[in-house]
């Protein structure tokens, strides 16, 4: 069952609100008749919701007493009021009210209005318990983190991209994304320009490698992705950022490593092509050795032959 706190200077109508709320089906928690008051009572039974008269007696009115109870206690407030006039509305409007009706009241718009109210309250309670949790997450990411508005100024920058570029939220907030973007990659820049003018951009939903530049003017190279995001009829747009200098450190490790058995690889083809040469050529020559053996051998086994015959020719002459 809700709790109310009821807040009027007139006893009979919080005596008059006590019995209509209770026949609705709610729990006044307490009635106050000053604005000091209601911040007393506020903090001993933390109701759900407030009724709160605008005009009372004291230095504190319902205006005031509203922002102070919203500060430190995060109750909502509805403003019952005789009083309609534009400055005082715009006042209330300050402490963000769940409601504002103006007496006489109907018995069923302040039960609409406390039940709409009631309503409002959860939701902005999910929506707050998610920005939390959202929060939460954005702060323990590693990586860089930025929202930026339809104008590409940054508005969130998370402490992964304070680290990153040594800018805290507050210095980073207003900024142009752009700014943390060297002029190595202007192209870079024109294509968030274009981006932001007309939607769309071939940046869009991609990892893309810029060179960033941090607080202390030191360049490093960083990945970048940018996404759309709309928000009712507004588009924002939301950053990621990675700093991949061990990365290109590793790489240029490994295209040395790899230039250098390249290297050696063409040293020892080339060494081999030597050899295979040397191999070649004393098989050639080995080739003629044997060719010039067997001539040799050949010449002397014709000479052997023929030497008879001439010598018994010879004889036969003479």
């Known amino acids: 069952m809700p709790k109310i706190l009821v807040v009027d200077d007139e006893a009979t109508i919080t005596t008059h609100l006590e019995e209509r709320l209770t026949h609705m089906g709610y729990e006044v928690a307490g009635t106050a008749s000053s604005g000091s008051e209601a911040i007393e009572l506020s903090k001993k039974f933390n109701p759900d919701i407030i009724l709160m008269d605008i005009v009372m007696p004291g230095k504190i ?38 409601g504002y009706l103006v007496k006489p009241y109907h018995e069923n718009t302040l039960k609409a209005t406390l039940e709409i109210a009631l309503y409002n309250k959860e939701v902005i309670s999910r929506l707050k318990k998610s920005e939390d949790v959202w929060h939460t997450l954005a702060k323990c990411m590693n990586e860089g983190l930025a929202l930026c508005d339809s104008q590409g100024k940054i508005f969130f920058w998370n402490p992964g991209a304070e680290s990153m570029f040594g ?20 192209d870079y820049k024109k294509e968030f320009e274009k981006l932001i003018q007309d939607r769309q951009s071939s940046i869009t939903n991609k990892w893309v490698e810029i060179i960033g530049v941090r607080k202390d003017w030191s360049k490093f190279p960083v990945e970048i992705s940018v996404s759309p995001w709309k928000i009712g009829d507004l588009t924002a747009f939301i950053c990621i950022f990675r700093d991949i200098s061990a990365r290109k450190k590793e790489e240029t490790r490994i295209k040395t490593s790899l230039e250098e058995k390249n290297k050696h690889l ?44 001439s010598q018994s020719i010879s004889g036969c002459i003479s």
């Open 167 to 186: 800018y805290t939220n507050e210095e980073a907030s207003g900024n142009q994304l752009t700014f943390i973007v060297s002029e190595a990659t202007k």
């Open 266 to 309: 063409e040293k020892l083809r080339s060494n081999v092509e030597n050899n295979l040469g040397i191999i070649y050529s004393l098989l050639y020559l080995q080739n003629e050795i044997a060719k010039y053996k067997q001539m040799r051998e050949l010449h002397e086994d014709i000479f052997s032959k023929a030497l008879p015959l």
């Open 61 to 98: 009115d319902g205006i005031e007493a509203a922002r102070q109870i919203r500060e430190d206690q995060d109750i909502p407030v509805i403003f019952l009021t005789a009083y309609e006039d534009e400055k005082l509305i715009n006042r209330a409007k300050d402490v963000n009210p769940l």
